[in-house]
């Protein structure tokens, strides 16, 4: 997988869609690590792929733009009011 982060059994793009399901299925009670697991590894593969001097346009939306949490919201929104006024009680 590393240094160019392509699918070990596909070939393809790491997460591929193979990947993607297992992991969800993997992390199916903790979709919150499974943020934190794949936000470490876009780390990760930012500095492979910038030392190896390839392009990373992309690489943000391949491991994280396909995460969303249930409800269609994204992880980072969550619990959080961004932006919008509080409701008084």
Do not use: I
Request: proline content about 8%; hydrophobic content about 40%.
């Amino acid at each position: 997988m590393r240094p160019l982060w392509r699918c070990r059994r596909c070939g393809c793009p790491w997460p591929c869609s193979p990947a993607r399901l297992a992991l969800l299925v993997e992390y199916k009670d903790a979709r919150s690590s499974l943020a934190v697991s794949l936000s470490l590894a876009l780390a990760d593969a930012l500095d492979d792929l910038h030392r190896l001097g390839l392009d990373t346009g992309g690489v943000h939306a391949r491991f994280l733009g396909w995460l969303r949490a249930r409800g269609g919201l994204p992880p980072s929104a969550e619990g959080h009011n961004c932006g919008k006024p509080q409701a008084r009680a």
